[in-house]
């Protein structure tokens, strides 16, 4: 069996994408822009795929976005589904080789971390999803990158604040690599 | 969990298709009306959609929360393009007839008017299906049919396991929140945006924590049962497909063959009655 795709990340992606929702959908803060909200799942999300890597991190944000979206019952938003796709798979690609399974999480790692979560913020909310917004519903372009610019920013703050705190907590509750030295 | 998802099981033709099938129909019916700007088809597919929901004996009361939201939803989202950009109309349909002037930029034209018809319509025609999607199909029979229709089963196993476990974490989540209440951590609005963001996070590690648990525990039950070990696996709400299976498939099929060549005739997506 491939060893990317293991048990272990099948259920990872299942409960991210449990925590994606249950953040997405009952922990909203409104933000001026209509449509938009301020939601702490990013942050979630940049840590799931730092933690199992590219693939969980792209399924963990379409999983879960596309539950959010048939729950509220406003339909399924492709372009913005993708999104979250493309961030987790971005953000696991940028932090896959951290050790934060080894309970490394230190300044650099922050400084990695968040450097590597706004750029990946950019590109999914001012690019991938205006982009494929014009492409399915030829809205004005004015209006798709007033609302990237709102969400991406918003949640660039709520990664830099909720991943970055979770990455460090999960970091410091696992044991260090070679903390544990053989008795004679 | 069915509340949350709003599946609402009752006798009929659309509720005995299987899930896979409706779930097809959802996916062509929606690209469909993602293609399209024709008016003439988008105002057929809203009327189509709202006489599936009498024949799936979905009332309106029984989705009024979700149409509400979507209601909202839609004007809000009419405003904003109105409010950027006010001549997206006079650049779509390339004419230009004023009705009358607001102020300054916002001039109102026939174009923009129809545009703004075209975006109501496109809503009414994507969304009543995907109320319609979720409020017949058993969320445990969804990943069977995800499975049915070429995802790989891991991935299936995935979205199932999402399903099962957003009840837990949510009642987790609810639990946790409480008591770091109790304990003195402000999420209202009294409390500045920085503030309230750093108290998510303190409920949010306790449940993380004990999600990475979970996860741990799950998988190791899942590898013991050799889960992952064959190329294939069966599923115990996968049904058959019968001829109305079919039938329904072969008729959203036909409807984004049909919207696809009337795009490549017409030579746009948008039908332009200005010109």
Same mark, same amino acid.
């Given at each position: 069996?491939?060893?990317?795709?293991?048990?272990?990340?099948?259920?990872?992606?299942?409960?991210?994408?449990? *925590?994606?929702?249950?953040?997405?959908?009952f922990v909203?803060?409104?933000?001026?822009?209509?449509?938009?909200?301020?939601?702490?799942?990013?942050?979630?999300?940049?840590?799931?795929?730092?933690?199992?890597?590219?693939?969980?991190?792209?399924?963990?944000?379409?999983?879960?976005?596309?539950?959010?979206? *048939?729950?509220?019952?406003?339909?399924?938003?492709?372009?913005?589904?993708?999104?979250?796709?493309?961030?987790? *798979?971005?953000?696991?690609?940028?932090?896959?080789?951290?050790?934060?399974?080894?309970?490394?999480?230190?300044?650099?790692?922050?400084?990695?971390?968040?450097?590597?979560?706004?750029?990946?913020?950019?590109?999914?909310?001012?690019?991938?999803?205006?982009?494929?917004?014009?492409?399915?519903?030829?809205?004005?372009?004015?209006?798709?990158?007033?609302?990237? *610019?709102?969400?991406?920013?918003?949640?660039?703050?709520?990664?830099?604040?909720?991943?970055?705190?979770?990455?460090?907590?999960?970091?410091?509750?696992?044991?260090?690599?070679?903390?544990?030295?053989?008795?004679? | 969990?069915?509340?949350?998802?709003?599946?609402?099981?009752?006798?009929?033709?659309?509720?005995?298709?299987?899930?896979?099938?409706?779930?097809?129909?959802?996916?062509?019916?929606?690209?469909?009306?993602?293609?399209?700007?024709?008016?003439?088809?988008?105002?057929?597919?809203?009327?189509?959609?709202?006489?599936?929901?009498?024949?799936?004996?979905?009332?309106?009361?029984?989705?009024?929360?979700?149409?509400?939201?979507?209601?909202?939803?839609?004007?809000?989202?009419?405003?904003?393009?109105?409010?950027?950009?006010?001549?997206?109309?006079?650049?779509?349909?390339?004419?230009?007839?004023?009705?009358?002037?607001?102020?300054?930029?916002?001039?109102?034209?026939?174009?923009?008017?129809?545009?703004?018809?075209?975006?109501?319509?496109?809503?009414?025609?994507?969304?009543?299906?995907?109320?319609?999607?979720?409020?017949?199909?058993?969320?445990?029979?969804?990943?069977?049919?995800?499975?049915?229709?070429?995802?790989?089963?891991?991935?299936?196993?995935?979205?199932?396991?999402?399903?099962?476990?957003?009840?837990?974490?949510q009642r987790e989540y609810h639990d946790i929140s409480q008591s770091q209440q109790a304990r003195g951590i402000e999420m209202?609005?009294?409390?500045?945006?920085?503030?309230?963001?750093?108290s998510?996070?303190a409920i949010?590690?306790p449940l993380?924590?004990?999600?990475?648990?979970?996860?741990?525990?799950?998988?190791?039950?899942?590898?013991?049962?050799?889960?992952?070990?064959?190329?294939?696996?069966?599923?115990?709400?996968?049904?058959?497909?019968?001829?109305?299976?079919?039938?329904?498939?072969?008729?959203?099929?036909?409807?984004?063959?049909?919207?696809?060549?009337?795009?490549?005739?017409?030579?746009?997506?948008?039908?332009?009655?200005?010109?």
């Open positions: 069996m491939n060893k990317k795709f293991s048990v272990k990340t099948i259920v990872a992606i299942g409960i991210g994408a449990a *925590l994606f929702f249950v953040c997405g959908r909203v803060i409104p933000s001026p822009v209509p449509n938009t909200n301020i939601s702490i799942q990013y942050g979630v999300l940049g840590f799931m795929a730092a933690v199992f890597g590219p693939i969980a991190g792209l399924l963990t944000g379409l999983i879960g976005h596309t539950l959010i979206d *048939l729950s509220w019952g406003w339909g399924v938003w492709w372009s913005w589904v993708i999104a979250s796709g493309v961030f987790g *798979l971005l953000m696991g690609l940028a932090c896959w080789k951290f050790p934060i399974s080894d309970g490394i999480f230190g300044g650099k790692q922050v400084a990695q971390f968040n450097i590597a979560q706004v750029i990946c913020h950019v590109i999914c909310w001012g690019v991938v999803a205006p982009v494929l917004d014009i492409l399915i519903y030829s809205e004005p372009i004015e209006k798709l990158f007033a609302q990237g *610019l709102m969400s991406g920013v918003a949640n660039a703050v709520t990664t830099a604040i909720v991943g970055t705190l979770l990455c460090v907590a999960y970091a410091a509750a696992k044991p260090k690599k070679g903390s544990l030295t053989k008795e004679d | 969990m069915t509340n949350l998802f709003n599946y609402i099981d009752r006798p009929s033709p659309i509720h005995r298709l299987t899930g896979a099938t409706k779930l097809v129909c959802l996916l062509l019916w929606s690209f469909a009306s993602m293609v399209t700007y024709d008016t003439r088809i988008l105002i057929f597919m809203p009327v189509v959609s709202f006489a599936l929901f009498s024949v799936s004996k979905i009332r309106l009361k029984d989705v009024s929360f979700m149409l509400w939201a979507t209601v909202v939803f839609m004007v809000l989202n009419n405003v904003m393009v109105f409010v950027f950009s006010p001549q997206h109309g006079v650049s779509l349909y390339g004419s230009r007839t004023v009705l009358f002037t607001i102020a300054g930029p916002y001039v109102v034209t026939a174009e923009q008017l129809f545009y703004h018809l075209n975006l109501v319509l496109k809503y009414l025609a994507a969304i009543p299906m995907v109320l319609l999607f979720v409020c017949t199909t058993n969320p445990s029979e969804f990943a069977a049919s995800l499975n049915r229709i070429g995802v790989s089963y891991k991935i299936s196993y995935s979205v199932a396991l999402a399903l099962r476990y957003i009840p837990d974490i209202s609005k009294k409390e500045s945006l920085v503030k309230r963001l750093k998510a996070s949010l590690i993380i924590m004990s999600s990475m648990d979970r996860i741990e525990v799950i998988s190791n039950a899942m590898e013991l049962r050799g889960f992952g070990k064959n190329k294939k696996r069966t599923w115990y709400m996968a049904r058959p497909f019968a001829k109305t299976d079919i039938a329904a498939m072969a008729v959203c099929a036909l409807l984004l063959v049909a919207v696809i060549c009337d795009a490549i005739v017409m030579g746009s997506r948008f039908y332009n009655p200005f010109v």
